[in-house]
């Protein structure tokens, strides 16, 4: 038995024993929690923070769906407040991709409710930017998942794409900055020092569909007086990570916040998978409650379920 599983088996089994205080560790001056028996069996628990705090498998694995075929049922509801249905969006779509560029095919389709209107465009921010996000509009070419040297931004956007883009950057990097979201752009960084005053990190390790993973955990600190709970966006933030390679395997995150002109109210899971030795997303699902000054409320629902993934040259 290699020197790593004997750790890994040994923090499994302290996992399941009676709860130990945790223990507070200092990693690049800033704090986080670990259960004693990290400390205790000489994990190198530094360098697998390092890592998750400059982790991209998340947002390769997102981008990887540009580069692949994969069939999606997807299921969008817009409940009222009075707890009806206003409308409904379901279908079955496949992505297919030749000779570089990709298009979306609609194998079947079920809406309820005022979901389109006349002209068939969406009624509902959630079902444009579910759009956005999944489906193609014709083909779109020269893609790639290459993520070395590209970053997500909102130059030159405006209108509904560059709240696209602001909503990809919550998918794909939260607890990340993101420009241009007036009075929280920058309280969504959650690893500079100043979120390390108002939030509590801690890592963790647990037996996961059949083998073990890291978790870690990031939430507000329980004393923050009525202030400081202002700069609060991400009230929870749970990722799971492979034990061997430190890929993503799952992530759920909650976010609110309440300003003069906008708020909302947001919880996002998100489960990963491996396809042809790719890592891509398996399942989504998001749950939202925003209200924009002059605009009517929306909320909004969505599952997304990726399947059938073929790898093509």
């Not at 360098?47 to 990887?64: E, G, H």
Request: proline share 4%.
């Amino acid at each position: 038995m290699t020197k790593r599983l004997l750790i890994c088996w040994c923090l499994a089994l302290a996992a399941v024993s009676a709860p130990a205080q945790d223990t507070t560790v200092t990693v690049d001056h800033q704090k986080f929690s670990l259960p004693p028996v990290f400390v205790r069996s000489n994990l190198d628990y530094a360098s697998i923070l390092r890592r998750i705090k400059n982790d991209t498998t998340f947002y390769k694995a997102f981008r990887t769906l540009r580069v692949i075929e994969y069939t999606s049922y997807n299921a969008i509801r817009i409940p009222a407040k009075n707890g009806t249905v206003k409308a409904t969006y379901n279908s079955k779509t496949r992505q297919h991709r030749n000779n570089g560029c990709r298009t979306t095919e609609v194998l079947a389709q079920q809406t309820t409710g005022d979901f389109f209107d006349a002209k068939g465009h969406y009624n509902y921010t959630t079902g444009d930017m579910y759009a956005g996000l999944f489906f193609t509009k014709g083909q779109v070419c020269g893609e790639n998942n290459i993520i070395s040297g590209h970053v997500l931004t909102t130059d030159g956007k405006s209108g509904m794409e560059k709240h696209k883009e602001q909503l990809k950057m919550l998918f794909f990097n939260p607890g990340k900055k993101i420009p241009g979201i007036p009075f929280i752009g920058n309280k969504l960084d959650l690893y500079d020092d100043d979120a390390h005053m108002l939030y509590d990190y801690r890592l963790d390790f647990i037996a996961y569909n059949g083998s073990f993973a890291y978790v870690f955990t990031v939430k507000p600190k329980p004393d923050l007086g009525f202030f400081h709970r202002n700069d609060i966006v991400i009230d929870e933030m749970t990722t799971w990570f492979d034990y061997k390679t430190m890929e993503v395997l799952a992530r759920n995150y909650k976010l609110s916040y309440k300003a003069a002109v906008y708020d909302f109210d947001v919880d996002m899971e998100v489960e990963l998978t491996h396809a042809d030795g790719l890592l891509v997303p398996k399942t989504l699902r998001y749950k939202g409650n925003y209200g924009i000054l002059f605009k009517k409320r929306e909320r909004g629902e969505f599952t997304a379920t990726l399947f059938d993934f073929k790898r093509t040259p």
